[in-house]
Structure formats: C-alpha cells, structure tokens
C-alpha cells in the first residue's frame, strides 16, 4: 500500500507542490524589508564603523603614538610617524587609516591603551573618487570633535563589560 | 471591432493597391511585436517581484511608484552601456549571435493565435512551424558561446545545446497527443477543437494531463529557466553563453529568453487550457472578449515560471539529462499510444 | 518574370553559394553554419512547391537537431588545418569525376521529355490542402512496408551504435535513481521532542 502512494506521489510530482505551497504561503506573508533611508535599523553601542580620533576635556589630543594599533592591524591600514613635542611629549605627525583596507574588526579600539582611536557608529560614508577614503589625522579628529557626545556616551555604556 | 478593422482595409487597398498587403502585414508585426517588449520588459519586474514577495522582500519599489519604472530605466542603462568584443573572439558571429537568439523567438509569434482569427498567419502546419522555430534559438546560444573564445561560455553554450536538443524531443512528443486529439497542425484549430459545452473540462489538459506535465516542465528546460538553468549556471561558470556579453548584446539574449518564455505562456495556454475560450461559457464568463483570457491564462503560466524559480535548486546536470532522456521520453511515447488507443474506442470525450 | 521564379533564383544561388563554401571555408565551425545556411535555402526552395511539411521538417529535425550536434563536435575538435588540406590536389580529380557523373545524372533525368512534360508540373491545390495529411496517408497505406522497413534499420542502427559503445566499467560509480526516488523524507527523518531544560545556569544573563 505504501508503495503504491509512493509511486503516485513521485509521479504526481507531491513533494515540489509541497515545495511550491510553502513558497505560495510566504508570498502573502508580511514582508520584513527596511526602507533604509527613510527607516533603520537599531543599532548597539558597540556598532563599529567610521573611525574617529577622541580629544580630552582640555582638547588635548589622547593618542601618544604607542602604535599598539598600527602593530594589530590585521589589513595594515593605519601608518603612524611620531616625534616628539616641544613639551618632551611623543605625538603622532601622521596618522593615517585607509578605509579601503579596513576591516571593522575593531582590533585598533581594544588595543588603544588611551581610547584614542575608536569607532563610531557613522556607517553611512562615502567618498567619490580615489583617495577620498584615505583618511588622516586633521579628518579623524574632526570625525572625533563633531561626534564627541555619542562616542563618549557609547564608552561610558560599555564600560562595565571591560 | 471588425467592421473598422475591414473599413481600414478596404480604404488602404484603394489608396496603395499592390503595396497595400505589405504595409498592412508591417502594421500587423508591429502591433504584435510592440506589446511583446512592453510585455518582457515588464515581465523583468514582475519577476523581481514576485520572487521578492516569495522571499519576504518587497523587490524594486524606488524607480516610480511600485518600482513600475524600473524596466525602463535598466533598459536605458544598458542601452548607454559599451560592448566590448574580447580578444581572440569571432567578432563577426560575436555580434550575430544574439541577433540569432532573438529573431526565432520573435518570429514563432507569427502562427500564434491571440483571439478567434486574431493571427497574423494562419498556417495549416502552424505547430510545425513553432516547433522549427523554438529549435532554432539553441543557434544563438552556441554560437555566442563558441564566438566569445572563453571557456566559461563554451562550457554553458554546450551544456545548453545539449539540454535544448533533448528535451525538444520531448517536448515535440507531447505536442504529437495534442495534434492527435486536435486532428489538425493549425493552432486556431486545435484551440477550436477544445471548444464545447463542457467549457474548462473540454481542454486537453484533462484527457492529457501528464503531456500537460511534461510539456510545461520541458518548456521551463527549453528557455533555460530555472531549475533547469544550468547553461547560465551563475554560481559554476559565472554566467554561461553571455559572460563575454555586454550592453545592448547581452540585453538581446535577455530580451529571448523572456520572449521565448512568454511564447511557452502562449502555447501551453492555446494547446492545453482552451486558448482564448473562456472558463464556462455562461453568463458573466463569455461577456469578456477571448484576448483577455488568453492573456489571463499566459500570465497564470508565467507565474507559474517565476514561482518555480523561487522554489526550487538547481538541476544538477547528469540529473537533467536523465530526467530528459530516461523520464520524459518514455513517458511521451507511451502516451502517444494510450491517446491514439483512447481515441478509438468510445471513452474519448474530447 | 514572376515574383516566384525571382525567389527561386535567389534560394538557390544562396544555396549553392552556400554549398561551396561548405567545402571552401577555412574554419570548419563556418563550414557547418554555411551547412545551415544551405539547409535554410533548401527548405524556402521547397516551401515554393508548396511542401511546406517536408521544408518545415528540414529545419527542425536537420538545422534545428543534426547541425547542433554536427556543431557541439566540430567546435570541440582541435582540428589541424594544415594536415586537413594536404591531401585536396591528389584527390581532386576524382572529386572532378564524381561531381561530373552526378550532374550528368540530373540532366539526364530531370532533362528528358517526360519529366518536362509532367514531372515539373506541380500541381495547384486549394487553400485547405493539407500536404502533411497527404504524406501521411501515403505513409501508412501505400508505402507502409517500407516506411516501416526504413524505420527498423533505424532502430537497429541506435542498438548497434550504442552496443557498440557501451562498455560496463567496474570501478565506475554510479547511483541508483530508482532508490533516491523511493526514499521518503520519513524514512530518513526522526523528529524527536526533547524536554527542554532548566534556564542555564548562574553567570549567564540575557
């Protein structure tokens, strides 16, 4: 008997109705699809995306060029040169990260021993011809001045975790 | 309706003589033709569409209100694109066959029936002259695949050689029942022979089903659609036969194979569900002209074409060519006989 | 001259433009697309005497079947034109007499006063004469035997050619297709229902 409803079902083609039915049923289903512009998905505290270099409350620059991320880079894309200050201080004259290279892995902001370089939540970014990715010191720390708030409001959330 | 279509007739013949059948033949292609691009280029978006829905997407909905621009737009797109001819490649069969690819499926429109003599020709070998033509588009596929000197679209144009001539046979054995139970080659015949009081149960796709069967599935093989696109194939050999091809070139091969896809429409309408010929001919069903139903029953099969895409994987090949050979073939020709046996004793209700 | 004889003479200087470059042609995947183009006038030449059954038939089953196949082989062998072409002068006069014996052939036949006289009348039928009807009919009564005949020497040559061909490798694996059908998805399957357990343990928060 079960032979026989296994040889109609093969021939009566059962089991890609059964298919079709289940992608029939999904074509009434709601759709899931965010309109991104106009809608966006939550994002969490940890989002890593555009890179951005912090200042201190005087407006200090954080970064003391340990290079401690250029060395855990995983794609190389951050170029580092020091010297050292007037005040005996070391700082960076260069500071490059290339965005193309980047990979989000988020290795630069763990090693930073002064949260100097971090990732905002900036994902919307673009540059439009060669080059414009290529961002350096002067344009991280403006990344870094504008958004200030949020950066340190995203640290302060995760700090218990560290 | 008809009496300006014979007021126009009878004024052209008068105002151009001798020149007036080629004109009017002319306008006749074109009134066909034109709805035909209209036709694909909104299939393109129906497609999109619905493989959107099926797969809890919504598809393209920015380029005009539901997205009902989009067509045009990619049109546009690919109209302003360059082509590019590879070295080493055959540049005159290069360029020739996509033009190869298109012309077959535009021309079989010619003996297709839209309404009760709505046909541009009406040919007694109407289904041979389809037949010829389908076969012919493989042409544009091997020969682009073989002119573009690159392996990738050597391997599809061969496997889709391959897969296009076994399964016309096929498919040509299943079109043999129809022609026996319709008695005539002439499609506007063989849509009149389903006519009857039974209305819907007087289609052949009744006495007929696993032809039906065959035929709708050896048709999705023949215009390369999925699951049966191996020769495009784009997770193996990247794109198939059009690799090489780009801009107006490649929109060609698009434009065939969603024309051949709509004639598949076309002739599974006409030759098992009853053409133009309305569900039951009573009241509410038989006020509607037979164009909209012929359309109603294509758009239902191309449907049916997209929802296959959306639901099923890919063939694998060896399991295509059994499938053709070792399923199909039999199949058809057993039934061949059990029709031509059905035919001859009084059960046949046809 | 009338507008048939006009397109006569087109198809077939086409058609033997096309057979000589058949033989001519440098690249042998142009020789097989000169083949169809060769094809393709024939078949118009027929549909002129109104044989639209066997013109049509000529591009499906020879243009539209053969040819593909004739064209999936000859692109795929890596042919040496040069070893291809040594011999042509030493066979050509015997292609020369060949050809010369054939089209003293045709002119004797199609030449004689008979033919002339009946043979190249063809005849005019009305508009709802069906040739494939006619040819069938003709097939199954008169000429049955040999339709039949034709037929079986067909089929012998499809067993001989594949018995020929058919070599069963041992170590050559295959699948059964016939078992992958049968198999049901409730044969493979076994849905068992697991209690789930306590909320994890301490340390873990969500």
Known sequence: MEKITNFFKTFLLFELVKGMALTGRY???????????????????????????????????RCIGCKLCEAVCPALAINIETEEREDGTRRTTRYDIDLMKCIFCGFCEESCPVDAIVETRILEYHGEKRGDLYYTKPMLLAVGDKYEEQIAKDRAADAKYR | ???????????????????????????????????????????????????????????????????????????????????????????????????????????????????????????????????????????????????????????????????????????????????????????????????????????????????????????????????????????????????????????????????????????????????????????????????????????????????????????????????????FIPLTLIWVVVVGAWMQTRFWLW | MSFDTLVFYLLAALTVFAALRVITARNPVHAALFLVLAFFSTAGIWMLLEAEFLAITLVLVYVGAVMVLFLFVVMMLDINLVQLREGFWRWFPFGVVLAAIMVFEMV??????????????????AADYSNTKELGRLIYTEYVYPFELAAVVLLVAIVAAIALSLRHRRDSKSQDVAKQVAVRREDRVRIVSVPSGKKAGPGIED
């Not at chain 1, 289903?29 to 995306?49: D, L, M, S, W, Y």
């Not at chain 2, 080629?22 to 035909?36: C, F």
């Not at chain 2, 076994?166 to 029942?177: D, P, R």
């Open chain 1, 27 to 61: 074509f009434f289903a709601r759709k899931i699809t965010v309109q991104f512009p106009e809608e966006k998905t939550p994002q969490g505290f940890r989002f890593r995306g555009l890179h951005a270099q912090r200042r201190y409350a005087s407006g200090e620059e």
């Open chain 2, 1 to 327: 309706m008809m009496e300006l279509l014979q007021a126009i007739e009878q004024m052209g013949q008068s105002l151009l003589g001798v020149a007036w059948v080629p004109v009017w033949t002319l306008v006749k292609i074109v009134a066909i033709v034109a709805p035909l691009m209209i036709g694909i280029a909104y299939l393109t978006l129906a497609e999109r569409k619905v493989i959107g829905y099926m797969q809890v997407r919504i598809g393209p909905n920015r380029v005009g209100y539901y997205g009902l621009l989009q067509p045009l737009a990619d049109g546009i797109k690919l109209m302003f694109k360059e082509i590019i001819i590879p070295t080493g490649s055959n540049r005159f069969l290069f360029v020739v066959a996509p033009v190869l690819a298109l012309m077959p499926a535009l021309a079989a429109w010619a003996v297709v029936p839209f309404a009760d003599g709505m046909v541009l020709a009406n040919v007694n070998a109407g289904l041979l002259y389809i037949l010829a033509m389908t076969s012919l588009g493989v042409y544009g596929i091997i020969i682009a695949g073989w002119a573009s000197n690159s392996k990738y679209a050597f391997l599809g144009a061969m496997r889709s050689a391959a897969q296009i001539v076994s399964y016309e046979i096929a498919m040509g054995f299943a079109l043999v029942c129809v022609l026996m139970a319709a008695q005539s080659m002439n499609l506007g015949d063989i849509v009149h022979g389903q006519q009857g009081k039974a209305g819907l149960f007087g289609w052949y796709f009744i006495p007929l089903f696993p032809m039906f069967l065959v035929y709708l599935i050896a048709g999705v093989a023949e215009t390369n659609r999925a699951p049966f696109d191996m020769a495009e194939g784009e997770s193996e050999i990247v794109a198939g036969f059009h690799v090489e091809y780009s801009g107006m070139a490649f929109a060609l091969f698009f434009l065939a194979e969603y024309a051949n896809m709509i004639l598949i429409a076309a002739l599974t309408s006409i030759m098992f569900l009853g053409g133009w010929l309305p569900p039951f001919d009573v009241a509410p069903f038989n006020w509607l002209p037979g164009l909209f139903w012929m359309l109603a029953k294509m758009s239902f099969v191309l449907f049916l074409f997209l929802w296959f895409r959306a639901t099923f994987p890919r063939y694998r090949y060896d399991q295509l060519m059994r499938l053709g050979w070792k399923v």
């Open chain 3, 108 to 125: 004797w036949v199609l030449g004689s006063r008979q033919t002339v006289e009946t043979g190249a009348q063809v005849a005019k039928h």
